[in-house]
């Protein structure tokens, strides 16, 4: 093995782990692991950024514009109205919910199909008394398996077709994914509609389980003289009011000592977490109370709760440093964290993805913040109408698809997408820009060159023959199930783009060594990358899924390795019958 190769490896590998770890922004590993290619002499200086100029990079650019413009036309809301009304099944509901997602994920990215279909199904869930739990699961990998079926699902896609551009001249067409991708689709969202409901029952001891209102929260809130908490000992709360203290603070200062020791005194402050439903009785009874709000007179005053998207301005950020919603009046009163230690005070808080956020304030001013801060609100911020000829967008997009279908280049097609919906004043691409999920862009153009070296430098060549010492890869169907084992089991750790970019040099090596045609190998580093059920982290629809949802790690194991083996089995069958 080469100098080059090992380095290759060496670094590819600690980059795997920092993105897994997600201690350090995704962007911020990427570019490091850019510039450390370039300094170990991996590829030549006039190679570092021409990521940034890859079709598959312009592309998902264009797409998440118009996703952008599609979330405003809010043409589903009727729909979603219309369905309630007619009071379907349970399973139902949730296959619909589903299915509207794995539909939109076909012609959208996945975080863009999530988010448009959450605030439907939990709209739904809310009219027909379904446990969000039975809902936000099965959306999330919903909109997995939908990017499953076509180019543009999913940027793992694009980032094959164009490896087999590069290799044969010609790339997959824009539904050749569909051969095993809508099988493996559909199955997989009348699979996990069915379970959902069996694992998360209605009488699951779990709080989250029952109603949004029992999601467990932290919050800061004043001992008043007539509190029943005066004179317990903190150790004591659990037991008696159900919360889990973590910090007493007393004349603005902390109270130090065991928690057997610390006795609670009117006028303290009291830092704890607990069900929603929890807090909301022990403020009845004037347990605990809340500052008054200084603007909650005003008639559009409200309270709203927000996840924290991946994409957000405010992942990072302290409670007290959100001058997005502190300038607008608008109050940070509860927070549903996926950190595990709390320390120090309330607005000592630090966000993460997925993150849901209880504000108060004026209706308007909280819609704004949302708006500048990228959140997703989970009940809406106005009343608002449908947008006028909210249809237009989605015609333009369909235009698109079916120039991409038709032969046309993906980034081509897309930008006259992107031009006539600027010309027809639906986006302001100055502003749109603005808004895109940089992080995400970022990371992907600076993994391209990375992903180049892999098959440049000799290292997939190398990883090949160490496998065949191992495995007959010659043998088309065993190196096509080992390329979709080592997709599946990167997926869940890492975004499926890096997979996709890591595993598409190895696969074209195992077609080499083998004699075959590369689409198979191919559409296997698609599938696989794409298909992550078993953690919350491996991809951001499952980390919003478990912040909304109220789901522990190990929900997602539970839930997903059937589904994972069941997909992986049939995405080898059709494979097979289709592309060998």
């Not at 998440?64 to 599609?70: C, D, G, M, T």
């Not at 008043?224 to 004349?251: N, Q």
């Not at 347990?287 to 998207?309: K, S």
């Not at 603005?434 to 997939?460: E, F, H, K, R």
């Amino acid at each position: 093995m080469s100098f080059e190769q090992a380095s290759l490896l060496i670094l590819l590998l600690a980059m795997l782990i920092l993105f897994s770890l997600d201690r350090i922004r995704i962007e911020v590993v990427s570019i490091a692991g850019q510039l450390a290619g370039y300094a170990l002499g991996l590829y030549p200086a006039d190679q570092i950024f021409t990521g940034f100029a890859s079709p598959v990079v312009i592309t998902v650019v264009e797409i998440l514009l118009i996703v952008q413009v599609l979330a405003r036309a809010k043409l589903f809301d009727s729909l979603a109205a219309r369905f309630a009304a007619a009071r379907p099944s349970r399973f139902k509901v949730i296959a619909s919910t589903s299915s509207l997602a794995g539909f939109m994920s076909i012609f959208m990215n996945n975080i863009g199909a999530f988010a448009i279909t959450l605030p439907v199904a939990l709209r739904l869930g809310t009219v027909l008394t379904i446990p969000r739990r039975q809902l936000v699961m099965p959306v999330s990998f919903a909109a997995l398996l939908g990017g499953l079926v076509s180019l543009i699902g999913t940027p793992g896609n694009l980032l094959v077709s164009n490896a087999l551009t590069k290799t044969t001249g010609t790339g997959f067409r824009f539904f050749d994914f569909a051969y095993v991708g809508l099988p493996v689709a559909i199955v997989g969202i009348l699979l996990i509609a069915f379970r959902v409901q069996r694992l998360f029952p209605e009488a699951d001891e779990t709080p989250a389980t029952i109603s949004p209102a029992a999601r467990r929260i932290v919050v800061e809130r004043r001992i008043p003289d007539v509190s029943p908490l005066i004179g317990a000992r903190l150790s004591d709360c659990p037991a008696r009011f159900a919360i889990k203290p973590y910090a007493l603070i007393r004349d603005d200062n902390f109270a130090f000592g065991p928690l057997d020791q610390l006795v609670i005194e009117p006028g303290d402050i009291l830092l704890a977490e607990g069900a929603d439903a929890t807090f909301a009785d022990l403020a009845a009874t004037q347990a605990l109370t809340a500052d008054a709000h200084a603007l909650g007179l005003q008639p559009d005053f409200t309270r709203i709760e927000a996840v924290v998207m991946p994409e957000s301005t405010l992942v990072g950020s302290r409670v007290r440093s959100l001058e997005v919603f502190h300038s607008r009046g608008v109050a940070v009163t509860a927070l549903s964290m996926r950190a595990p230690r709390i320390e120090g005070r309330f607005l000592d808080l630090q966000l993460s993805i997925g993150d849901i956020l209880t504000l108060e304030g004026p209706r308007a001013a909280i819609a704004e913040a949302l708006e500048e801060s990228e959140c997703l609100p989970l009940a809406s911020t106005a009343p608002a109408e449908p947008a006028l000829l909210s249809w237009r967008p989605f015609a333009l997009f369909a235009c698109g698809i079916a120039a991409s279908a038709a032969g046309l280049r993906p980034d081509v097609a897309f930008a006259g997408v992107v031009l006539a919906l600027a010309l027809l004043n639906h986006l302001n691409i100055r502003q749109a820009m603005a808004d895109l999920n940089w992080p995400i862009i970022i990371m992907l153009a600076a993994m391209i060159p990375i992903g180049q070296a892999v098959a440049s430098t000799g290292a997939a060549e190398t990883i090949a023959g160490w496998l065949s010492l191992v495995v007959p890869i010659t043998h088309p169907l065993i190196g096509i199930a080992l390329i979709l084992f080592l997709a599946m089991a990167l997926t869940p750790f890492v975004n499926n783009a890096t997979v996709a970019i890591v595993l598409t040099p190895i696969a074209l090596e195992f077609a080499r060594a083998g004699r075959h045609a590369p689409d198979a190998y191919l559409i296997a580093v698609a599938a696989g990358a794409s298909l992550d059920f078993l953690t919350p982290f491996g991809h951001h629809n499952n980390t919003l899924a478990m912040g909304i949802g109220g789901y522990r790690f190990g929900d997602f194991l539970r839930a997903g390795w059937p589904l994972a083996v069941t997909s992986y089995g049939l995405a080898l069958l059709l494979t097979a019958l289709f592309w060998l």
